[in-house]
């Protein structure tokens, strides 16, 4: 009886002993893994309340309260916001393994078919696979110097249909130009052909699908942070995207099939599409085989991103010369320095003309296409800054913000060009190596369509601003400048503007 008493306190002794050992370990871990700080938030619903419809203006303001690595509870969900070029460099290079898969949302659900593209796919072989095909044969820069006919020609019918409306006293609608001109030049890349023979109302109903599908694609949608609620669909987000996604999926099945059955004119000439469906029936050496939904989900990529993202950026650009037209001015001097008016703008003139590279760079500071770059997801925990980032945390870089950050900007609110000219920032690039100006991301996730981006704004935007004499037309007076929230940073009235010939009549001519 004694020995089974004492067994009992002995065995009593080292339970207490373990309790207390665990305790202290969990006061221990809990004071070591200190959490960034930021927002206290709601019950349940966290901070999403306090997001507003501007998200990436209201992150900003709570940057400059709770520093640099912001933590934010989302929902469920944990939320870190990097606002600087250093906490940007922290995630997207040194981390940036750990955070190289996007979390799960409605946006990949429903309009991405499930996340089977290239945007939302997670990590891995299929991923590579799609951004290795189309790097080779649409996006490397290989690639891109094969299709500069096709850019060529298309800005030829631009120019001429802008020729016309200004000899017709219309002003020219810029983002339903862009988007009709720049569908047709990844369609002749992909389809080997245009997508819209004629502009109206058919392309005009692509422009207004690609805006929502960027808009819807950018909320903050309460399911994917409550989900629980997520079948309730309290926004109506999700609803909207699944008719968004049948409307496209519509689209794409045409262009499929439509492609398939003229697969036979392009037995010596095989294009974009040809080349991927080929992994629709065959594997790779990696065992990876494409279906149907990638290559669908894959074009999807390519027709909404590579239009939007670029086409935002050249409307922001004129409205900002617009706006400032002493900059017009100075655009127009070093180009007719440079090129003189009895020719077009070529590709190869751009590297002649530093002061429009500084408003090309300019604009992706004040303007990124994407305020906050595409968010990722921690797969194990991490440090930043000495704090502890948990394991399935969010991550949000608010490249707005850096790009407004006064710390890194002197006058950060002015579109300043000149500033891109100075000893000290005009070897930067954005690329992705200098974190000061990423407007298209960085790391392993970065845009897969950064130099096709680059290479399209400098181009079309060159030559727009090299053709013409812009003006804002008398009826609309003072130029609305405000944004519009979502994916892509849309300016919330359309730019419309008068333009006046520059050149020989001969260069408008298709």
């Known amino acids: 009886m004694e020995t089974l008493f004492l067994v009992r306190e002995i065995a009593a002794s080292i339970l207490i002993y373990l309790v207390t050992l665990f305790s202290m370990r969990t006061v221990f871990k809990r004071h070591a893994r200190k959490l960034p700080p930021g927002p206290r938030g709601w019950p349940v619903v966290g901070a999403l309340p306090l997001m507003g419809s501007m998200p990436h203006v209201t992150l900003a303001k709570m940057a400059k309260k709770y520093g640099p690595v912001m933590y934010l509870k989302m929902g469920t969900n944990n939320m870190v916001v990097a606002s600087t070029p250093a906490a940007a460099r922290a995630f997207l290079k040194t981390l940036d393994l750990n955070f190289s898969n996007r979390p799960p949302n409605a946006g990949a659900t429903h309009l991405a078919y499930d996340a089977q593209d290239m945007v939302f796919a997670h990590y891995g072989s299929r991923w590579k696979l799609l951004r290795k095909l189309s790097n080779l044969h649409m996006l490397g820069g290989k690639a891109l110097d094969d299709w500069g006919k096709v850019r060529d020609e298309e800005m030829g019918y631009m120019l001429g249909s802008m020729y016309d409306c200004s000899k017709r006293g219309e002003a020219v609608v810029v983002p339903e130009m862009l988007t009709y001109s720049m569908a047709n030049m990844i369609g002749q890349v992909i389809l080997s052909r245009r997508v819209f023979e004629t502009k109206g109302s058919e392309s005009n109903e692509f422009k207004d699908m690609v805006v929502e599908l960027m808009t819807v694609a950018g909320y903050f949608n309460i399911g994917d942070f409550i989900p629980f609620l997520a079948k309730l669909d309290l926004q109506g987000i999700e609803r909207g995207m ?181 000893e000290k920032n005009k070897k930067i690039e954005p690329r992705g190596n200098d974190f000061e100006l990423i407007p298209f991301g960085a790391g392993r996730r970065i845009c897969a369509g950064t130099r096709m981006g680059i290479v399209l704004v400098h181009y079309i935007l060159g030559t727009l601003v090299h053709s013409f004499d812009w003006k804002v037309p008398h009826e609309v007076g003072e130029l609305n400048m405000d944004e519009s929230f979502g994916l892509a940073l849309q300016k919330k009235v359309p730019l419309a503007a008068l333009v006046t010939p520059r050149l020989n009549p001969s260069a408008y001519i298709p």
Not at 247 to 263: G, N, P, Q, R, Y
Not at 285 to 310: C, M, P, Q, R, Y
Not at 338 to 345: F, N, S
Request: hydrophobic share 35%.
């Open 242 to 422: 699944k008719q968004l996604h049948k409307k496209f999926d519509s689209l794409l099945t045409k262009m499929i099939e439509e492609h398939v059955a003229s697969k036979n004119k392009r037995k010596n000439k095989p294009d974009f599409l040809d080349v991927v469906m080929a992994y629709y029936a065959e594997e790779d050496t990696h065992g990876e085989k494409l279906s149907l939904v990638n290559i669908k989900a894959l074009l999807l990529n390519l027709f909404t991103a590579g239009t939007d993202t670029s086409s935002s950026i050249i409307e922001w650009s004129l409205a900002e010369m617009l706006y400032n037209p002493s900059i017009m001015k100075k655009a127009h001097e070093e180009m007719d320095q440079v090129i003189g008016r009895d020719r077009r703008l070529k590709e190869s003139d751009i590297a002649n003309l530093p002061y429009f590279q500084a408003i090309c760079k300019e604009t992706y500071r004040k303007h990124p296409s994407t305020p906050l770059n595409l968010p990722r997801i921690s797969s194990e925990p991490c440090q930043v800054n000495g704090y502890y980032i948990p394991e399935n945390t969010r991550l949000s870089v608010n490249i707005w913000a850096i790009g407004r950050d006064p710390e890194v900007w002197e006058n950060p609110l002015e579109f300043r060009p000149e500033r891109f000219l100075t």
